[in-house]
């Protein structure tokens, strides 16, 4: 065998063993992974809330006086647009919603299951939450993955067959 036969030989047999740790699939592997993710306090050091209570008090600590005083006297909608691609990628990724956390797991309990719209869900009942109005989660919930699956459908749609092949059947 060639020394590049070897490498090969090398790299091909590292790459199945990693992925095929304790002989589970990718998904399964996720899943092992996500179950202790969704238990844990704290990921990378960072402390995860437990539910939207504990993230807004969070949020609180975190932000400052005169930024959170901005971000109440913006209407709702404005709010949310303006801070989903600043806030709501800092929720997404320090909260751990890719991999799942216990926040994320709390928030598709409520029954909203994309990170983005974990992350806007929190920033709109943190909007109600200064501003002292009712949270209404499960309709902000109900509001936001039925937007998504209104989006999905609408680019099914629109969408074109880039290539159609025709297989010949053997006799």
């Known amino acids: 065998m060639?020394?590049?036969?070897?490498?090969?030989?090398?790299?091909f047999s590292l790459g199945a063993s990693l992925t095929a740790q304790d002989g589970l699939s990718a998904e399964e592997q996720f899943q092992k992974?996500?179950?202790?993710?969704?238990k844990k306090e704290r990921l990378y050091g960072v402390y995860i809330p437990k539910d939207l209570?504990?993230?807004?008090?969070?949020?609180?600590?975190?932000?400052?006086?005169?930024?959170?005083?901005?971000?109440?006297?913006?209407?709702?909608?404005?709010?949310?647009?303006?801070?989903?691609?600043s806030l709501g990628r800092w929720i997404i990724h320090?909260?751990?919603?890719?991999?799942?956390?216990r926040l994320s797991h709390h928030l598709k309990e409520v029954g909203v299951s994309h990170p983005d719209d974990q992350a806007r869900v929190i920033?709109?009942?943190?909007h109600r939450y200064l501003n002292k109005q009712p949270l209404e989660t499960k309709k902000v919930a109900e509001f936001y993955t039925e937007k998504r699956r209104k989006e999905l459908e609408e680019r099914k749609k629109k969408g074109s067959v880039l290539s159609k092949e025709v297989r010949k059947k053997d006799n």
């Open 2 to 11: 060639t020394k590049y036969g070897l490498l090969f030989l090398f790299v």
């Open 33 to 38: 992974n996500y179950e202790k993710r969704i």
């Open 53 to 85: 209570a504990d993230a807004f008090a969070q949020l609180n600590k975190l932000t400052p006086r005169e930024a959170k005083s901005s971000f109440k006297s913006v209407p709702e909608e404005v709010a949310v647009k303006k801070l989903h691609f």
């Open 94 to 101: 320090n909260w751990g919603f890719y991999e799942g956390s």
């Open 123 to 126: 920033i709109t009942t943190y």
